[in-house]
């Protein structure tokens, strides 16, 4: 090495720029303005006046003389709480009140055992028996409602049903031509039939759909320990699937109470009063007597005892909850 390039200073390396500092990209503000809440307008107020509307308007009348004239006049007086001292008064409204209660505590109870049983087999089956009855549910619930209850009218019709062929067929002749739908009793057991079959579907499919969220080492930890299959169901499984078995008791709750389409297909509330219900009450009421202002208050009744059995169910809910 010379003595030139011993003396030498070092050499300083280039000093790269430093990069820029990456820009801010955090939203700073809506810039879009209203057009998102004018684009939803349209819809918005549609389904307001879809669903306020009809409910303002009943409430309305429930407060007015409203009656055949007043229908086609258009002009109705106010009658104050006269249309629900009226009905409160009625031995035969706090008739159908008992009995809305127990149609819908017989097809809740029926709707959830048995969906509850369908959910726990279909967990259970192979790939191939599980699509065919989660696909047989799915149909079963695509079916209409008037479809289906005009099918269960031909299979309980009185001379040419299914139901009295095989039952006679089977030695029972005490059931030739039976007409079903002139027995209290009968035509009762028969639409709960039908509106437990309508449900079945929705609330199997739902719990079924819970049951698979259950980690299946939980159940395990406790076969191992010795627990049943009962016991794995009460302690493990039900706990933790119980907001959707909540949310399945409260929609079937509702779906039962306002079951009026099946009721008036099939007996239009009869024979007698044996199954008539709420909604089908404030019908008959508004139709048959022409008391518009009387079925209009019984509809308001019946949404708010709907109301206060989901306020039950939900503040149940919400305890059990806090507690876990």
Not at 24 to 35: A, F, N, Y
Not at 190 to 197: D, K, M, N, R
Request: charged share 15%; aromatic share 12%.
């Amino acid at each position: 090495m010379s003595a030139t390039e011993e003396h030498a200073p070092p050499r300083r390396r280039p000093v790269r720029a430093s990069a820029p500092p990456a820009p801010d990209r955090r939203p700073t503000g809506d810039r879009s303005g209203p057009w998102p809440y004018l684009l939803i307008a349209p819809a918005v107020l549609g389904m307001l006046y879809l669903l306020l509307y009809p409910l303002a308007r009943a409430v309305l009348i429930s407060f007015q003389d409203f009656r055949l004239r007043e229908l086609i006049s258009g002009d109705a007086e106010f009658a104050g709480l006269a249309n629900y001292r009226t009905l409160l008064t009625d031995p035969r409204f706090w008739t159908v009140v008992r009995r809305t209660f127990l149609f819908m505590a017989v097809n809740v109870v029926l709707i959830m055992a048995i969906a509850l049983l369908v959910a726990l087999m279909t967990e259970r089956l192979g790939r191939v028996w599980r699509t065919l009855v989660l696909s047989s549910l799915v149909l079963a619930w695509a079916m209409p409602v008037v479809a289906a209850t005009t099918v269960f009218q031909w299979l309980f019709h009185s001379e040419f049903g299914i139901v009295n062929w095989a039952l006679t067929s089977l030695g029972a002749h005490s059931f030739e031509r039976y007409p079903w739908f002139a027995h209290r009793t009968a035509a009762f057991a028969i639409l709960v039939t039908l509106v437990v079959w309508q449900s079945v579907p929705f609330a199997a499919i739902t719990l079924y759909s819970a049951l698979t969220t259950v980690p299946a080492e939980l159940q395990e930890s406790a076969r191992l320990d010795g627990a049943g299959a009962f016991r794995i169901l009460r302690s493990v499984t039900l706990p933790l699937i119980r907001p959707i078995v909540m949310l399945v008791l409260c929609l079937e709750v509702i779906w039962t109470f306002k079951a009026f389409v099946q009721i008036w297909v099939m007996t239009k509330g009869g024979p007698g009063d044996a199954t008539t219900i709420l909604p089908v009450y404030a019908v008959q009421t508004a139709l048959s007597r022409q008391r518009y202002d009387l079925g209009s208050a019984a509809s308001m009744i019946t949404v708010v005892l709907m109301s206060g059995v989901l306020v039950l169910y939900f503040r149940q809910m919400f305890r059990q909850e806090n507690e876990s």
